[in-house]
């Protein structure tokens, strides 16, 4: 059987060029992009500014269609983890935080994930595939017209399931829909891809799209990062701080890179690791967010006290750095990304099933 090319991941050069390749005009790319990411549409019979001939030429040539909803959770404090099926089987999560003025989508770029960070539930999975940009900004459509009568997203994080620099085509066309002011129009700092350290693709990523970048550190020795984010032997912390120091070099305007550092107790909280990551980062733009490691099945790490969470952030903040600490949300349901579709996965086997949530 003969499938649909899905045109709802198409940005708006790719839009053009595919109504000029149907000798249509370009301007039918605008009109495109409001009904689906404004207006939440996605019946081309409804479109009511095309003719009746192109609806037609349209529906019978390409289709727009986001992901499933496979299930939805909603956690005590107002978090609502998605659990979404693929069309090719595969589950990704994604997880909506709201808070006072804003409300934060966190989007997967792959289903599982290859770098198998000692920490992360994800990484636990292994590699299944990249998401293809409709299934990214899939999410973010979901999110916002799923249900009528909802608040809109404001601001979009890479920090879902998935490397996203090892995925750099779809995430970078994702990300202009997520920024144009046709779609939906979020600024910069509204959209935060978050990585590991892939130092060619960070390079490259200035000259794609701008947004917001945020780098998985989680420790500032070189030796330890290769134990906990293996990728690092491929690109070790010195050409990781160069890149980030040539990417800021790109904007004239002041800009912060947000650096990301998981606390894990005995392993990287004590003071002496917070020198080194004070010292490491003397010369970067930057605020640091400090995340208390979160539990899962079959990972021995623990979440260090809040005492030694709040001197390891002191102590960053007394030689002058922005540090804030992000408790993790959502934990009732399972709050940090990859924990559900491996609950899911055990839960196949026969295992326990995902436990204390409240489906809705
Ligand atoms: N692959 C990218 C983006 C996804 S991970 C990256 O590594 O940056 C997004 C964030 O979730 C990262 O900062 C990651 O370290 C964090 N994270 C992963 N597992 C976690 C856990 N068990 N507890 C707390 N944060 C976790
Ligand atoms: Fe992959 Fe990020 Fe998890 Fe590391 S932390 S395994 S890079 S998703």
């Given at each position: 059987m003969h499938t649909k090319k899905n045109i709802l991941g198409y940005s708006l050069e790719s839009l053009e060029l595919f109504f000029s390749e149907i000798n249509e005009s370009k301007f039918r790319a605008k009109?495109?992009?409001k009904w689906v990411h404004q207006k939440g549409v996605l019946d081309f019979g409804l479109m009511t500014d095309f003719n009746k001939d192109l609806r037609k030429k349209l529906s019978s040539i390409v289709c727009l269609k986001p992901p499933l909803i496979h299930k939805k959770y909603q956690s005590n404090e107002g978090t609502v983890k998605y659990l979404i099926?693929?069309?090719s089987g595969s589950m990704i999560e994604m997880v909506e935080i709201p808070e006072k003025n804003r409300r934060t989508l966190c989007v997967s770029s792959q289903?599982?994930?290859?770098?198998?960070?000692?920490?992360?539930?994800?990484?636990?999975?292994?590699?299944e595939k990249d998401l293809?940009?409709?299934?990214?900004?899939?999410?973010?459509?979901?999110a916002n017209f799923h249900k009528k009568n909802k608040d809109l997203i404001t601001n979009v994080v890479f920090m879902g399931m998935g490397e996203p620099l090892l995925n750099f085509d779809a995430v970078v066309e994702?990300?202009?829909?997520?920024k144009h002011q046709l779609a939906y129009g979020l600024s910069r700092k509204r959209v935060t891809i978050?990585?590991?350290?892939?130092?060619?693709?960070?390079?490259?990523?200035?000259?794609?799209?701008?947004?917001?970048?945020?780098?998985?550190?989680?420790?500032?020795d070189n030796g330890l990062r290769d134990e906990i984010v293996p990728i690092n032997k491929k690109y070790p912390i010195n050409s990781l701080i160069n890149s980030c120091k040539n990417y800021l070099l790109n904007y004239d305007n002041k800009r912060n890179i947000t650096i990301e550092y998981?606390?894990?107790?005995?392993?990287?909280?004590?003071?002496?690791?917070?020198?080194?990551?004070?010292?490491?980062?003397?010369?970067?733009?930057?605020?640091i967010n400090l995340i208390p490691f979160n539990k899962f099945d079959g990972c021995e790490y623990?979440?260090?006290?809040?005492?030694?969470?709040g001197d390891f952030k002191d102590f960053l903040m007394k030689k002058g750095y922005i540090a804030t600490l992000r408790m993790t949300r959502g934990d009732d349901v399972d709050g940090a990304c990859g924990q559900l579709v491996g609950n899911l996965r055990k839960s196949i086997k026969g295992k326990k099933l995902i436990s204390h949530e409240t489906i809705i």
């Open positions: 009109q495109l992009l099926e693929l069309e289903a599982g994930c290859a770098l198998q960070c000692t920490f992360c539930a994800t990484g636990a999975q292994g590699f293809t940009s409709d299934e990214i900004i899939g999410q973010l459509w979901l994702s990300a202009k829909i997520m978050s990585t590991s350290g892939i130092v060619p693709q960070i390079d490259k990523l200035a000259d794609s799209v701008d947004v917001s970048l945020a780098i998985s550190l989680h420790s500032a998981i606390l894990i107790e005995g392993v990287n909280d004590s003071i002496e690791h917070a020198k080194q990551l004070s010292k490491l980062l003397t010369n970067i733009s930057c605020k623990k979440r260090p006290s809040n005492d030694k969470i």
